[in-house]
Structure formats: C-alpha cells, structure tokens
T-cell receptor, first 117, second 110 residues
Framework: DSGVTQTPKHLITATGQRVTLRCSPR?????VYWYQQSLDQGLQFLIQ???????AKGNILERFSAQQFPDLHSELNLSSLELGDSALYFC????????????????FGPGTRLTVL | SQQGEEDPQALSIQEGENATMNCSYK?????LQWYRQNSGRGLVHLIL?????REKHSGRLRVTLDTSKKSSSLLITASRAADTASYFC??????????FGRGTSLIVHP
C-alpha cells in the first residue's frame, strides 16, 4: 500500500459527460501528479500540483482540468468525454517539488479506470 | 512523448532464470528510476540511480547506468513467478518530472 488513495476505482460513463477523479496523497507529501495510461500512448504525465499551486503541465487536454485543495487532496476533472479518453488515470505524490524532486521517488495510487461508452 | 524506451517489449522466462531489461534515453539526465506495475495496478518504485552512479543493488535487483551510451539495464536475478509485471524506466530529461517509457512486460513461468 503506497498510502495514496484514489476514488472511484472504476467509472463508466457516456461520451459528452463530465467526471471528477479524486486523489489523496501520502501523508506529508505536498506534490501531486496526474498521469493517464492507455494502451497506445503509454504512461503520459498530465499535470503537477505542489501545495495547492500548479507547478508543471504535460500532455493535458483543454477539456481536462485539475486542482489541489488546502487539505492537499486533488481532483482531476474530465469534461466533454470522448471514447479516446478511456484509460487508467493515476495519481502520484512525492515529498517535494522543483529541483529537489529529482531525487524523490513517486508513490502511485491504485488508479481509476475510466471507460467512456 | 516517451523519452526512456525499454527493450525488449516483452520477455518470457522460467522461474529461477535471470531477467534483463534495458532502457535507452536521448538527452542528459540527473537520475533514472525503475518502476514495476502489476496488471491494472499502480506503479511501485524499485530503484533510483543518479547520473554519477554506475551501479546499484537492491535485493535481487541490479541496475546499471551508462551515461556515455545513454542506457540503463535492470537485472532481476533468480526470478520468481511473483516478479511477473511490467517494468518501466523513468528519466528526468530536461525537467524534474519523470518521463516514462512504454515498459517491458515480464512473464515468469513457474
């Protein structure tokens, strides 16, 4: 158990809908990362938050947004869903951010499997 | 886009044999990490090797790093059926955000 929790485990929805994925980082970790894993694209970094502020953006679509709350949990919002958004969405946390994060391992949650029908 | 690329894509061995996976990357790095992912589960950190290190051990795992060749290898000795998983390398090329490859799928037959 990594200490990172994600809800829900599974989500099945229809195209055009909007969903919210939730992540609670490991106790004490200030950085939260979101990743999308699909069969054809592999593990893609989406976005990072550190202590409530956005720190880095990766391959995140404009239809997707995220935020990190004062209690450090994070939510990833996916809207106008398309079939191609079906994937595993992982949240990871680490102790720090910026240059010191280079030497920090990331702790991954169990993921949310999103199926868009 | 993937920076670290693992090779082979898939590997099938018998229990007790050694498994070697390779990772190649494109630009200079500060560190390289290896992760394991059991089917449908989250990634688990295995080992981090810094750019000024050449070899690291952790239990049955041995990681080497050759910065001149921009490559790393992960050796699992005396493999077990429980080692069946996908293995990913992650590099921090140009950024502190680890960039993952597509992984090597390892199957260890009992």
């Amino acid at each position: 158990d990594s200490g990172v929790t994600q809800t829900p485990k599974h989500l099945i929805t229809a195209t055009g809908q909007r969903v919210t994925l939730r992540c609670s980082p490991r106790s004490g970790d200030l950085s939260v990362y979101w990743y999308q894993q699909s069969l054809d694209q592999g593990l893609q970094f989406l976005i990072q938050y550190y202590n409530g502020e956005e720190r880095a953006k990766g391959n995140i679509l404009e239809r997707f947004s995220a935020q990190q709350f004062p209690d450090l949990h994070s939510e990833l919002n996916l809207s106008s869903l398309e079939l191609g958004d079906s994937a595993l969405y992982f949240c990871a946390s680490s102790a720090s951010s910026g240059s010191t994060a280079r030497y920090n391992e990331q702790f991954f949650g169990p993921g949310t499997r999103l199926t868009v029908l | 886009s993937q920076q670290g690329e693992e090779d082979p894509q898939a590997l099938s061995i018998q229990e007790g044999e050694n498994a070697t996976m390779n990772c190649s990357y494109k630009t200079s790095i500060n560190n390289l990490q290896w992760y394991r992912q059991n089917s449908g589960r989250g990634l688990v950190h295995l080992i981090l090797i810094r750019s000024n290190e050449r070899e690291k051990h952790s239990g049955r795992l041995r990681v080497t790093l050759d910065t001149s060749k921009k490559s790393s290898s992960l050796l699992i000795t005396a493999s077990r059926a429980a080692d069946t998983a996908s293995y990913f390398c992650a590099t921090d090329e140009g950024s502190y955000i680890p960039t993952f490859g597509r992984g090597t799928s390892l199957i260890v037959h009992p």
